[in-house]
């Protein structure tokens, strides 16, 4: 079978770009609670046979209920998951796909710019710069001196560092480490070293929140492990990727949209040393809660050239003053217009509701009161669609996969029990 995107009630798509002409990038616009995860995410899942997939979850249920039925379909099935890294079955350690300079500065900038208001306000960029010239020459070093060293080593040596004022500038604990390393390194290092007493309090402060804020504990765990996500495989064999989030804890996105800026990044290289130019298996991302914590780095300009690297995404939001607050005005419209696909749910968002009204030159109040249950597909190259929402509960595939994950939840639930009487017993 070949993979399919159902947007709406008989209205459904293929997703080779070939026959159709149009990228398959989706944006879903639609308030909290009008179903953006059952009527897209689900109905895109149980339709993918092809194409390997990362998907955001913040609903562990997407992983129990599909996680059998893509093995089926011979999937490697990869769950990582941010809430509970423990629970993973694969880990991310930005150090594990650094190749050049390039990439350590890439990573770097990253992580500095992971606070959403930095990008589009008009704070000076000196304070960004020096926080990046002070990772880098971190990372550099660290590397430099172990080859099997994690982002872990970066963190515990950035805690370990002090500052101090001599007179004619800084000095600090680590200064004769910089003394015999590579020239990135210390040039890095000397950046950082050049500053005054207060600026670089100000920027080694400043770091230094990011970096409590976005590697927890329980995040430095998952950098620990052993296997580590390959996007080469990815690229190469049929995967799934479930990347666990949480709605109701923002400063994770901070870790998981620095995750997805190397994600991006990988794919795009590897598609680029292909003979054609475009991954071996089309990769599709889907973004729950695209636009809440933090923005991916270079999403605005990698968004432009998807189609040619063979990959999409479908990205979730609540409307499109909330893509603009993490984006900025400019480049939420950049991302707006390089998805051939767009899917209203409805909201009460009145700037989201005059952009629609526009769309379909109809009044701005049609869009405001339309009825729940109602969405609008728009289409590169073809006239607005109005129709119903796509009823999942009335998909054998989903009702057949439903059935399959509660049967295990009860039987789970069961051993469960059983178990806990048999301690209880034990011990009268």
């Given at each position: 079978m070949k993979d399919k995107m159902i947007l709406g009630e008989n209205i459904e798509?293929?997703?080779?770009?070939?026959?159709?002409?149009?990228?398959?990038?989706?944006?879903?616009c639609a308030g909290s609670g009008c179903g953006k995860t059952l009527s897209i995410v689900d109905p895109r899942l149980l339709n993918t046979y092809d194409s390997s997939l990362i998907v955001t979850v913040t609903k562990r249920r997407l992983v129990y209920q599909y996680t059998q039925m893509f093995k089926k379909r011979g999937y490697n099935v990869l769950d990582l998951n941010f809430v509970k890294p423990q629970n993973s079955n694969i880990a991310f350690d930005p150090l594990k796909y650094i190749k050049s300079y390039t990439d350590i500065t890439f990573i770097a900038e990253s992580i500095v710019k992971a606070n959403p208001r930095k990008e589009h306000t008009t704070a000076d960029p000196f304070w960004d710069d020096n926080s990046v010239s002070l990772l880098s020459a971190l990372i550099a070093y660290t590397m430099g001196e172990n080859k099997d060293a994690t982002f872990d080593d970066v963190i515990e040596m950035f805690t370990r560092m002090t500052i101090e004022e001599d007179g004619?500038?800084?000095?600090?604990n680590l200064d004769r480490k910089f003394e015999n390393t590579n020239t990135f390194a210390k040039n890095r290092w000397r950046s950082f070293r050049?500053?005054?007493?207060?600026?670089?309090?100000?920027?080694?402060?400043t770091l230094s929140t990011t970096i409590d804020m976005m590697f927890t504990p329980e995040l430095r765990k998952i950098i620990n492990a052993q296997k580590t996500v390959d996007f080469e495989r990815i690229a190469k064999e049929k995967t799934v990727l479930f990347v666990t989030t949480s709605a109701v804890n923002p400063v994770l996105n901070l870790f998981v949209n620095m995750?997805?800026?190397?994600?991006?990044?990988q794919l795009f290289e590897i598609g680029e040393a292909m003979p054609d130019g475009r991954l071996p298996i089309p990769v599709s991302i889907i973004c729950d809660d695209f636009a809440t914590g933090s923005r991916i780095l270079n999403f605005p300009e990698y968004i432009s050239i998807f189609r040619e690297k063979g990959i999409s995404v479908?990205?979730?939001?609540?409307?499109?003053?909330?893509l603009a607050s993490i984006y900025g005005a400019d480049d939420s419209t950049t991302i707006i217009n390089n998805c051939d696909t767009y899917v209203y749910m409805g909201g009460m968002d009145i700037k989201t509701a005059r952009n629609i009204s526009e769309r379909i030159d109809r009044p701005l109040d049609e869009v405001l009161y339309m009825p729940?249950?109602?969405?609008?597909?728009?289409?590169?190259?073809?006239?607005?669609?109005?129709?119903?929402?796509?009823?999942?509960?009335h998909d054998p595939e989903f009702l057949k996969e439903k059935k399959v994950y509660e049967s295990r939840v009860v039987l789970e639930k069961l051993v469960k029990s059983a178990a806990e009487y048999k301690i209880q017993t034990s011990v009268m």
């Amino acid at each position: 079978m070949k993979d399919k995107m159902i947007l709406g009630e008989n209205i459904e798509f293929t997703t080779d770009s070939e026959i159709t002409g149009v990228n398959n990038n989706v944006i879903v616009c639609a308030g909290s609670g009008c179903g953006k995860t059952l009527s897209i995410v689900d109905p895109r899942l149980l339709n993918t046979y092809d194409s390997s997939l990362i998907v955001t979850v913040t609903k562990r249920r997407l992983v129990y209920q599909y996680t059998q039925m893509f093995k089926k379909r011979g999937y490697n099935v990869l769950d990582l998951n941010f809430v509970k890294p423990q629970n993973s079955n694969i880990a991310f350690d930005p150090l594990k796909y650094i190749k050049s300079y390039t990439d350590i500065t890439f990573i770097a900038e990253s992580i500095v710019k992971a606070n959403p208001r930095k990008e589009h306000t008009t704070a000076d960029p000196f304070w960004d710069d020096n926080s990046v010239s002070l990772l880098s020459a971190l990372i550099a070093y660290t590397m430099g001196e172990n080859k099997d060293a994690t982002f872990d080593d970066v963190i515990e040596m950035f805690t370990r560092m002090t500052i101090e004022e001599d007179g004619t500038g800084i000095t600090t604990n680590l200064d004769r480490k910089f003394e015999n390393t590579n020239t990135f390194a210390k040039n890095r290092w000397r950046s950082f070293r050049s500053l005054p007493m207060k600026t670089a309090s100000c920027v080694f402060s400043t770091l230094s929140t990011t970096i409590d804020m976005m590697f927890t504990p329980e995040l430095r765990k998952i950098i620990n492990a052993q296997k580590t996500v390959d996007f080469e495989r990815i690229a190469k064999e049929k995967t799934v990727l479930f990347v666990t989030t949480s709605a109701v804890n923002p400063v994770l996105n901070l870790f998981v949209n620095m995750f997805y800026a190397q994600a991006i990044k990988q794919l795009f290289e590897i598609g680029e040393a292909m003979p054609d130019g475009r991954l071996p298996i089309p990769v599709s991302i889907i973004c729950d809660d695209f636009a809440t914590g933090s923005r991916i780095l270079n999403f605005p300009e990698y968004i432009s050239i998807f189609r040619e690297k063979g990959i999409s995404v479908t990205l979730l939001v609540q409307s499109e003053s909330q893509l603009a607050s993490i984006y900025g005005a400019d480049d939420s419209t950049t991302i707006i217009n390089n998805c051939d696909t767009y899917v209203y749910m409805g909201g009460m968002d009145i700037k989201t509701a005059r952009n629609i009204s526009e769309r379909i030159d109809r009044p701005l109040d049609e869009v405001l009161y339309m009825p729940v249950g109602k969405v609008m597909i728009f289409r590169r190259g073809q006239r607005p669609i109005q129709t119903n929402r796509y009823d999942i509960f009335h998909d054998p595939e989903f009702l057949k996969e439903k059935k399959v994950y509660e049967s295990r939840v009860v039987l789970e639930k069961l051993v469960k029990s059983a178990a806990e009487y048999k301690i209880q017993t034990s011990v009268m």
